[in-house]
């Protein structure tokens, strides 16, 4: 395992039968770093983590999780791996402390241990309930956060957070991913997945995946220059019929990408002349001011695109 790299993948791939859900997959990811996944439903980004949490063996291909592999199985990566899996992982009908001696007990955790380490997890996430608050009874945002103190519990170097944030509130969204950074900021390394695109600009690093491939890797700004090397229009046809309009400008030169976004369109282009050229010709009705791309437009060309 090379430098601060703290996971190293080399040709990773898996097979169901005929079905191959992650086909050879490479990537490294740095000690302390937040690296994120993103990629549709189906492109293999769970399947992946399943892998390198020592739950799925590997068809074909290699990887060093803190420096070890799955020559035992994956019994050593799982003891210094933690995984919050997509779907909620603690017990409804269970109280906050069941929910979490029972974890401890899954990871055979000295009793002593195990309360010392709720104590910190609790100080970390501001947790302030009794331990006899039924699951069943918390808001969503703070079960999540529960999730991730069970998943957090024997201390481990890497954790794995599957979507960690779907289907909680703006609000927790912004506390879950502000506890994110605060565990990096430990030493720890986060591997997460998400479909929201202003949580993975907060990654350090993004894998894009499509079809159980790994189609582009980089920081958020880093995605956006190599998917788009011209200028990019967000134009507004305030109104005025834009149909017509929109399958003129499909057939303009050097145009590389057009997408709607509300009630607006996104335009981009090979350079200034050709988006110039397009943008001459628009009804005097419509407006058209210059923008940077979003992750939201790259993943709409990069996936979306070469899915149409």
């Known amino acids: 395992m090379s ?35 993103l990629g549709a439903n ?53 109280t906050v402390g069941e929910n979490l001696d029972f974890a401890a007990g899954l990871r055979k955790l000295e009793p002593a241990y195990a309360k010392k380490r709720r104590k910190e997890l609790f100080e970390l996430i501001a947790f302030n309930k009794p331990l006899s608050s039924m699951v069943s009874s918390l808001p969503g945002g703070i079960k999540q956060e529960l999730a991730l103190a069970a998943a957090m519990l024997h201390d481990p170097e890497i954790i794995f957070l599957d979507e960690p944030t779907s289907g909680v509130a703006p609000a ?8 994110i950074r605060r565990i990096t900021g430990l030493g720890k390394t986060v591997i997460v997945t998400t479909h929201y695109m202003d949580e993975a600009e907060q990654c350090g690093r993004i894998a894009l995946m499509r079809a159980g491939r790994l189609i582009a890797l980089g920081s958020p700004e880093e995605l956006k220059k190599s998917a788009f090397s011209g200028p990019m229009a967000e134009l507004d046809f305030k109104g005025t019929e834009a149909a ?38 628009l009804p005097a009705s419509a407006s058209a001011a210059l923008i940077r791309p979003s992750l939201e437009d790259v993943f709409i060309r990069l996936v979306e695109g070469a899915e149409r």
């Open 3 to 37: 430098g601060a790299c703290i996971l190293e993948v080399k040709g990773l791939s898996i097979k169901f039968g005929d079905f191959t859900a992650v086909d050879n997959v490479s990537f490294c990811v740095d000690r302390g770093e937040i690296f994120g996944f």
């Open 42 to 94: 189906g492109a293999g980004k769970t399947t992946t983590i399943r892998m390198l949490c020592g739950l799925l063996a590997p068809t074909s291909g290699s990887a060093l999780v803190g420096g070890l592999g799955f020559e035992d199985g994956g019994l050593g990566i799982k003891k210094i791996v933690g995984y919050m899996s997509q779907k909620f992982t603690l017990y409804n009908d269970l």
């Open 172 to 179: 927790s969204r912004a506390r879950f991913w502000a506890l």
């Open 244 to 281: 017509s309009f929109i399958s003129g400008l499909e057939k303009a030169r050097g145009l590389l990408e057009l997408s709607p976004h509300g009630m607006r369109w996104h335009a981009a282009f090979k350079d200034k002349a050709a988006m110039d050229a397009a943008l001459a010709a």
